[in-house]
């Protein structure tokens, strides 16, 4: 009898080194993700404008968009192959003026002209491209 209270002695010790063990990780995981680290949030284009907007106001929002339109927005939008065929952009009055050097590229831009107008005004945040004219 005492070989069998031995092994159940140690069997008892055994589970009980295992069970702390288990409880000793679980606590520790449980420690390390209060302690992790918090990445910083990104601070993305449109949020930058968003607070110089309400930092200067409408006038200065306005006129960076009128600058950047054409050099950062229509890019990111119709993508750097489709501007390869456009030799020349101008933005007065808000209207968008584009001189496109293929044929169907321009009649098929046309088709999409009212997405167009919608998306830039999506990606400018305001109602600032009224109309788009395709030479």
Do not use: H
């Given at each position: 009898m ?9 069997k ?5 080194f295992f ?39 409408d006038?200065f929002?306005f006129?960076?968009?009128?600058n950047n339109?054409i ?6 939008i119709l993508?750097?192959v489709?501007?390869?065929y456009?030799s ?19 009649s098929?831009?046309?088709m ?24």
């Amino acid at each position: 009898m005492g070989k069998v209270t031995k092994k159940l002695k140690t069997k008892k010790l055994i589970n009980f080194f295992f069970v702390t063990l288990q409880s000793k990780l679980y606590f520790i995981q449980k420690i390390k993700k209060k302690m992790k680290r918090k990445e910083p949030s990104q601070i993305t284009q449109k949020l930058l404008l968003y607070s110089l907007r309400k930092e200067y106001g409408d006038e200065f929002y306005f006129n960076y968009l009128e600058n950047n339109l054409i050099t950062e927005i229509i890019p990111k939008i119709l993508g750097t192959v489709l501007c390869s065929y456009i030799s020349d952009m101008k933005f007065e009055n808000k209207t968008l003026f584009f001189k496109v050097n293929s044929a169907p590229l321009r009649s098929n831009l046309l088709m999409q002209r009212n997405t167009l107008i919608s998306r830039l005004n999506d990606e400018a945040g305001v109602f600032l491209v009224k109309e788009i004219v395709f030479r």
